[in-house]
């Protein structure tokens, strides 16, 4: 079953975050709730709303993760990868979303700044007014709307395998990022060539891969190929990329 989620406007959104700003991750507990006045609902979809209890489900398990990682009062820099990598699987697992839902800003705008505040805020400290907007809004950059798109779209097993930066390389760029075929096939070709040639500077190997990639693009419609073509042409790219690195 898929489900309806909650919106918040962003007009409503930039008022909490100027509000939380001014608190720490374990003041916002107490901010924390799994409704909100202001939100509202999709009012003609066809879907059931979402539960209580599959939102409280969320906020348990992932202040759980984040409980491993230092939350609420130590930093996260040294152990963001494996929380995103945990919380992305939580969300892909739990949520029960649509994709179409899943590109509503307003809908990760209420996970974040109604449901878990506090796990917003501490993944994203509030050192930059700018950085918080595109974390904390339900834009692509959102601290959730990523990494659930992660998991969607590359899968949990290939993205535990990626660096951070590697899976940046894939998922911010939205002739790739968008499509979930191109991007999980990219994803198995470049650790593929990893794996087969230990010791290449890896995220140098994926950045010209993908500089290859975008310079086809406007010419192959990537996302129409059939699986065996977009592989063979995946292997050509990586392994001109893998020229240019070695």
């Not at 999709?42 to 491993?68: D, F, W």
Request: hydrophobic share 45%; aromatic share 10%; charged share 20%.
């Amino acid at each position: 079953m898929a489900y309806l989620y909650p919106r918040l406007e962003a007009a409503v959104a930039a008022k909490l975050i100027a509000e939380y700003s001014n608190y720490s991750p374990r003041q916002l507990v107490s901010y924390s709730a799994l409704s909100h006045p202001q939100a509202s609902i999709y009012p003609t979809g066809a879907k059931a709303t979402v539960p209580t209890a599959v939102l409280e489900k969320l906020q348990i398990a992932i202040r759980h993760v984040a409980g491993s990682y230092g939350y609420p009062d130590q930093g996260r820099t040294r152990t963001a990868t494996p929380f995103d990598q945990q919380v992305g699987t939580i969300l892909a697992e739990t949520m029960e979303i649509l994709p179409a839902d899943a590109a509503q800003e307003e809908i990760w705008s209420f996970l974040s700044l109604v449901v878990l505040p506090d796990v917003a805020f501490w993944r994203w400290p509030n050192t930059d007014a700018k950085e918080n907007y595109e974390r904390i809004l339900g834009r692509p950059r959102n601290v959730f709307r990523r990494l659930w798109w992660r998991s969607y779209c590359i899968g949990d097993d290939l993205s535990s395998q990626l660096l951070e930066d590697e899976a940046v390389g894939i998922m911010e760029r939205p002739t790739f990022g968008s499509c979930r075929s191109v991007a999980r096939a990219t994803a198995a070709a470049h650790l593929r060539f990893v794996q087969e040639n230990p010791g290449i500077p890896r995220t140098e190997l994926l950045r010209q891969a993908m500089k290859r990639l975008r310079r086809i693009s406007p010419v192959i419609t990537l996302y129409a190929l059939p699986a065996a073509e977009l592989n063979a042409l995946l292997d050509e790219i990586f392994g001109a990329a893998l020229q240019a690195v070695a």
